[in-house]
């Protein structure tokens, strides 16, 4: 199939910018969210990425205003009818996934390549909601959409070699590398990252240094470009809290057992950025 129009659902912190390198890919694009305002709130946020961008020297004026051009918001997810690809950006929460793909396999058409942006769980299970499951896989981008080059290519147990292809072609031209994993709880990039953050926390319980100092270590030692408290804060520690749980009940072990630390923040309310404070204040 080729592909033209891409629909994206979820308007949040990787939905929005799912569209954007959806259309600054040249593809039109198709943002939903449960309500209107949702949705062109996830636009204003697009938009300001592209203001920074332009800023910066990195996007053109004339490139923002053709990216601008090509994303349609709406509140309905009927209108995703007419799209070829729709990634799903829902919550981590595998029923909602499921409702989400059984509906939207009634809705596109049975060529359609259905895709979820889940970081950690089952994809065949997702798959297994859907009419035709050999078009679903995992597309897992990464936070910031628009600047992290990486994409994982997830493929459930069901995934034809042709999907995974067509979704890589995609991911390619919106400038992204690719990593093609088996499902496997965590696939391999949030298996590792969970790991390592979860004992970065274990480190601050234990009082063997500061989140600073841990971070800090992680960015000059070995050139991440983000410490591993300071992702947990900007991807959520809440959120974090739900994957390894996840983990360690698929995986077992001490690895993904979650740290007290993490529980006790979580319960506080101190869940990162998004609240204002976690292991670093914002």
Do not use: W
Not at 48 to 68: I, S, Y
Request: neutral net charge.
């Amino acid at each position: 199939m080729d592909i033209t129009t891409v629909g994206v659902v979820g308007a949040g912190t990787m939905g929005h910018g799912i569209a954007q390198v959806s259309a600054q890919a040249g593809y039109s694009t198709v943002l939903f969210d449960l309500t209107a305002d949702l949705a062109e709130r996830g636009l204003a946020r697009i938009r300001e990425n592209l203001d920074a961008g332009v800023q910066k020297g990195k996007v053109r004026p004339e490139e923002r205003a053709a990216a601008l051009s090509r994303i349609s918001t709406t509140a309905e997810l009927r209108e995703l009818a007419a799209c070829q690809l729709v990634v799903e950006a829902a919550p981590e929460e595998l029923a909602l996934k499921q409702t989400l793909l059984r509906q939207l396999s009634q809705i596109c058409s049975p060529e359609a390549i259905l895709a979820s942006n889940t970081s950690s769980l089952s994809l065949t299970e997702i798959a297994a909601a859907a009419s035709h499951p050999e078009r679903v896989l995992g597309m897992h981008f990464f936070n910031p959409v628009h600047l992290m080059k990486l994409c994982e290519l997830v493929r459930a147990y069901q995934t034809s070699d042709a999907t995974v292809e067509a979704a890589g072609t995609v991911a390619g031209r919106m400038g992204k590398q690719l990593v093609v994993v088996k499902d496997s709880p965590g696939f391999a990039s949030s298996r590792l990252g969970v790991a390592l953050g979860l004992e970065a926390i274990r480190m601050v319980e234990q009082g063997v240094a500061t989140p600073e100092d841990i971070d800090r270590a992680m960015e000059l030692g070995y050139g991440h470009p983000m410490g591993p408290l300071r992702l947990g804060d900007l991807v959520g520690l809440d959120v974090r809290l739900s994957i390894a749980e996840y983990l360690h009940r698929e995986l077992g072990g001490e690895t993904f057992r979650p740290p007290q630390l993490l529980k006790r923040m979580v319960r506080a309310g101190k869940l990162g950025r998004k609240s204002g404070e976690g292991f670093y204040k914002y």
